[in-house]
């Protein structure tokens, strides 16, 4: 597990997937990659009190992003059509 904390305002977190079927859990205050390679064991990278947190799929598997809020939210998905 890797967890990182934001110590400043403008802080930006980034974040990239596995060959394997990821999984990404976001709130409006923390992202979590869980990462599930095709060979090793899975990883899971929190990024607490960023600004933003980007995270990047990188080929490979299915990716998941999942969570939202009772407020406006927003997910970009480039390259491939989110579903």
């Known amino acids: 597990m890797i967890l990182s904390n934001a110590i400043a305002s403008g802080d930006l977190a980034f974040m990239c ?9 976001a709130n409006p205050t923390s ?3 869980t990462l599930n390679p095709t060979s090793g064991g899975q990883v899971v ?3 607490t009190a960023f600004d933003q947190v ?3 799929a990188s080929g ?3 990716d998941t992003a999942i969570r939202g809020t009772a407020g406006a939210d927003s ?3 480039t390259i491939k ?3």
């Open 81 to 83: 059509p989110a579903s």
């Open 31 to 33: 992202g979590m990659f």
């Open 54 to 56: 980007y995270s990047y």
């Open 45 to 47: 990278n929190t990024a």
């Open 17 to 25: 997937g596995s060959d394997g079927d990821d999984v990404l859990n």
């Open 75 to 77: 997910f970009i998905s």
């Open 60 to 62: 490979g598997g299915t």
